[in-house]
């Protein structure tokens, strides 16, 4: 058998954690697969004494993880602390100029800084992974990037934060409202203490990108992802949709046209109301779904775990085999310097139908306002109810509607001429419908 592919691990929690159990408990068949045995031989966390129900008495230890980038014995650096910038970034630029092979879970890091480690791979021959960065224990990188490598990707989807979809799933069977699901979840440890990132959507956004590269050759541009999280949406919303035919699911969805002679990348992170019958819409609680349609592949689901120790550890793994087999593509599927500009696409001339909730004072007139401004913006309502008793004047009545399809703008142009409105108590709730 070849050589040993030695490698340092930085970061020792949930994950850390579940990459040396995992190396230990399959070490003869990972070997087997990859070639050659794949070993630990240093390590670094923030605390040295912490137990952490695995033994690590036979790793050197760094206190200074960017140390590990420059040790001898070291042919890997795993970088496994999470943070977009701060150490993680240091140690992955530390380990990719030393040449060394970088493998990384964080999707923050590699969202912002995607493109400056991957050139800096590229000109030191190094490999940069990062397949448990996207929808943690699904293979999503290597089917796109590998799998589905000889299609044109029409339009990439999916299900990207399992926290989200737990909280949409329980509101759904339980007819709970979104804090006190929330804060259940956070109870539970199905969401951190800090939910922001997963629930304003950014968490889904990070990945969203680097699938949106992956699949069309683009330049990453995490900036450019339109983000909408879920804590606006209520349990009322949840059973219209459901009266409907639909479910609520939080969804990253990109494509991308040429128009004009240049590229027009559409990135946006929003909940949608999904057909009970589309593939999406059975995938609950905490797991994670990417869909791909490729112009020869057709669609594609990848469905599993997006995180936990087990899931998130067996994609950082599968990485350290192809490093050691040499199945080393570039980052992005192609050089970075060949990754093509693109404008973000302007959402406007998109054509959906479209949920529409609004909170309104209970009195006369307000409805005929309410349409009043769809017609004007050209906005074609296919279906209206009104929730709620007549009661107290100042008790805000629930207006839901489902407008024809049509295109995006004119539901703008409709919120605009609302807005300000004394008539409305609240803003008004946009959502599509995933067609
Ligand atoms: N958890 C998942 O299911 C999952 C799924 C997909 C991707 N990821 C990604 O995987 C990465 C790790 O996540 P995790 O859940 O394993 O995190 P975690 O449980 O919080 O573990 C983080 C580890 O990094 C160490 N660390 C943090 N700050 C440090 C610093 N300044 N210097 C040295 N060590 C430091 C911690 O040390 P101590 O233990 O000594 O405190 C800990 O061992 C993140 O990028 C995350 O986004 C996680």
């Known amino acids: 058998m070849a050589e040993t592919l030695r490698i340092a691990l930085a970061g020792l929690g949930t994950v850390g954690a579940g990459v040396i159990r995992l190396l230990g408990e399959n070490g003869g068949l990972i070997a087997q697969r990859a070639g050659r045995p794949i070993e630990i031989t240093a390590v670094s966390a923030r605390d040295r004494t912490k137990d952490r129900g695995i033994d690590i008495s036979s790793y050197a230890w760094e206190d200074d993880m960017t140390v590990l980038a420059a040790r001898e014995d070291v042919d890997v650096v795993v970088e496994l602390v999470g943070g977009s910038d701060g150490p993680a970034l240091a140690l992955a630029r530390k380990a990719l100029a030393a040449g060394k092979d970088l493998v990384t879970a964080n999707k923050a890091m590699v969202a912002h800084h995607g493109l400056e480690l991957g050139e800096l791979a590229e000109s030191q021959g190094a490999a940069m992974r990062y397949e448990a960065a996207v929808a943690g224990g699904i293979p999503a990188i290597k089917g796109l990037g590998e799998g589905a ?83 606006r949406i209520r349990a009322a919303d949840i059973a219209q949709a459901r009266a409907l035919g639909y479910v609520i699911r939080l969804i990253g969805l990109a494509d991308c046209e040429n128009a004009d002679g240049s590229r027009h990348l559409f990135q946006r992170v929003a909940p949608y109301l999904v057909p009970v019958s589309h593939p999406l819409a059975g995938v609950g609680g905490a797991t994670n779904a990417v869909v791909a349609e490729g112009n020869y592949s057709g669609r594609l689901l990848f469905e599993g775990a997006g995180a936990g120790d087990g899931p998130t550890a067996s994609a950082v793994v599968a990485d350290l085999i192809d490093i050691a087999r040499g199945n080393v593509p570039p980052p992005f599927s192609l050089p970075v310097s060949q990754l093509e500009a693109s404008a973000p696409a302007d959402p406007g001339n998109r054509r959906n139908r479209a949920y529409l909730r609004f909170l309104v004072a209970d009195r006369p007139g307000v409805l005929a306002e309410i349409t009043a401004a769809m017609r004007d913006a050209g906005v074609s309502i296919e279906s209206m109810i009104q929730q709620g008793q007549p009661g107290d004047e100042d008790d805000p009545v629930l207006v839901a509607m489902v407008t024809h399809e049509g295109p995006e703008g004119a539901v703008e142009r409709a919120m605009e001429l609302l807005a300000g409105s004394p008539s409305l108590a609240d803003e008004p709730l946009v959502m599509r419908l995933l067609g």
């Open 149 to 231: 490598a000889a299609n044109r990707i029409e339009r990439i989807y999916g299900i990207l934060n399992g926290t989200c979809n737990y909280i949409l799933s329980e509101m759904e069977s339980t007819g709970r409202d979104f804090a006190d699901v929330l804060g259940e979840a956070q109870a539970l440890g199905y969401a951190e203490a800090d939910p922001t990132f997963d629930i304003e959507g950014v968490d889904a956004a990070h990945k969203l990108s680097l699938l949106a590269a992956l699949a069309f050759g683009t330049r990453l541009d995490f900036d450019a992802v339109a983000t909408t999280g879920i804590s």
